[in-house]
Structures are given as structure tokens and as C-alpha cells.
């Protein structure tokens, strides 16, 4: 849902940023960036309730979340409008993945459109599709992933950390650089269908919609 949204955001906003087109790579992570920012921007609370509904591991007595609603609604009592945003800074980082894969895949298939002598707006073979935008994914989480690590500690009400930084000090110094990169690989597979599927859809949709009259 979220990767078909910020799809839709950025060719939505893509008409208002030509003026970078100079640079077609520059253009699509710079757009790719804000639709991303959009995105987070309603999405982080949500976030920040999965977070901490998934790390309610107190055994003595009852647990602090009954669900969704209640932990939204405690939070916001507890810490007000703040603690909706716990990570968001960090989250922001998260939209160069989107931005980063956009501007990969569009990378390969301008590419793929040259090697085959079509337009650059063409469609592709759904195995163009699904290779481009399976590479693009994980070249996008490898490049940034550490961001994921810091968003969710900092969101853990298990945690005290005052602030991004203190999590990558603090994670560099008792864990090392692996520990900047913990859970990376059940991530990206975690991801890559939906990153896939959505791609291959979109791409297959958009062409369908060409041919009609």
C-alpha cells in the first residue's frame, strides 16, 4: 500500500519539479524524496503503534497496548503529538529508499528502452520489470538501511535514547557496525514481492490504459 502510494504521489508532483530536468536521475530522487516525506508524513503513527504493539514482551502482568486504537489514544495522552513522531526524522532518511529505487529503476529501463530502440515510455517484458525492479529494491535497502534500525529503537518504549544519534553512538559502540544493519536480509524479503508485484502492476496498467481509446 504504501509503495503504490508514494508511486501515485510521484507522478502526481512529477509535473511541478521539470525544472530539474536537466538532470532526469536528480529529478526522480528529488521527487521520489518528497513523495516519500508525503507519505511518512500521515503514515508514522501507524509506525510508531506497530512498533511498540510488536515489542510488548512483559510477562508479569497486563500488557501496556490492547491494540491499535488504545495505543494510538495512549500515546497521545501519554506524550502527546510528539510521540506520534517518534523516528520521524530518521524515517525521512526512509524516503531516499523509495527515491533511491525510483531513480534506479528508471536508470535500467531508460537503458533497456535504448537497447531495444523504443521509446522511453514503452512498455517492457514483465521479466524487464520484475529483474529492474527486484535489483532496484535491494540496491535501494542496502544503501540505507540502518535508518530502519535507529527508527525502531527510537519508537521501542523499551528503549531510552535521546536521540538519533545517541542510538547509532550507542549501537556502534556495544554492537558494532553489524548492528546498524540487524534484520536487513528477512527485510528485504519481506519487501521485494510487494516491491515486484506493485511494479510489474503498475507498469502493465499503464500501458493498458495507452491502448485505451
Known sequence: MKTSTRIMNY???RPYFNFLDFSLNFQNLTVGCVAGASVLAVTNPLWVAK????VQYETDGPKKYRGLTHCLTKIYRDEGVRGWY??????????????IQFAIYNHLKAWRCRQLDVESDAGLSTIDIF??????????TASIYPYQVVRARLQDH??????????????LKKEGINGLYKGMLMTTLKQLPNGIITYVVYEHAKSWALLVP
Open 131 to 140: 529483474v529492474f525492479s527486484a535489483a532496484s529494491k535491494c540496491l535501494a
Open 51 to 54: 512498533t511498540r504493539l510488536c
Open 158 to 171: 523499551h528503549t531510552h535514547y535521546k536521540s538519533a544519534t545517541d542510538v547509532i553512538v550507542q549501537t
Open 11 to 13: 507522478h502526481f508532483i
Open 86 to 99: 517518534k523516528g520521524f526524522v530518521p524515517g525521512l532518511w526512509g524516503t531516499l529508499n523509495g527515491s
